[in-house]
Nanobody, 123 residues
Framework: QVQVVESGGGLVQAGGSLRLSCAASVRTFSNCAMGWFRRAPGKERVLVAAVDKSGGSTYYADSVKGRFTISRDNAKNTVYLQMNSLKPEDTAVYYC????????????????WGQGTQVTVSS
């Protein structure tokens, strides 16, 4: 059974940094696109960043461009989200997801989801 487990969330002051990690027990991890999504209170889940199966192509939501960086280590079946210059509006539950396809942006294209990790940015 596939497991997707996020870690690294927490409470940070505005301007600070956090690094989220996601370990996915997908046998074909190196063939999977990986994505980070977030859901803020009262809002829909949205894509924050995505990376293709090789790590060579990335996608970012406009709201995080220049501040967040997605990366992956296929040898460790792990994807990361480095979050810098955090803002209170980044407060949300962050979800990691895996898609059994080379690249994916839409949440409906993702096959496996983690339980989420809370990120809270105080002003």
């Amino acid at each position: 059974q596939v497991q997707v487990v996020e870690s690294g969330g927490g409470l940070v002051q505005a301007g600070g940094s956090l690094r989220l990690s996601c370990a996915a027990s997908v046998r074909t991890f190196s063939n999977c696109a990986m994505g980070w999504f977030r859901r803020a209170p009262g809002k829909e889940r949205v894509l924050v960043a995505a990376v293709d199966k090789s790590g060579g192509s990335t996608y970012y939501a406009d709201s995080v461009k220049g501040r967040f960086t997605i990366s992956r280590d296929n040898a460790k079946n792990t994807v990361y989200l480095q979050m810098n210059s955090l803002k209170p509006e980044d407060t949300a539950v962050y979800y990691c997801a895996a898609a059994e396809r080379p690249i994916a942006v839409l949440p409906t294209r993702y096959d496996y989801w983690g339980q989420g990790t809370q990120v809270t940015v105080s002003s």
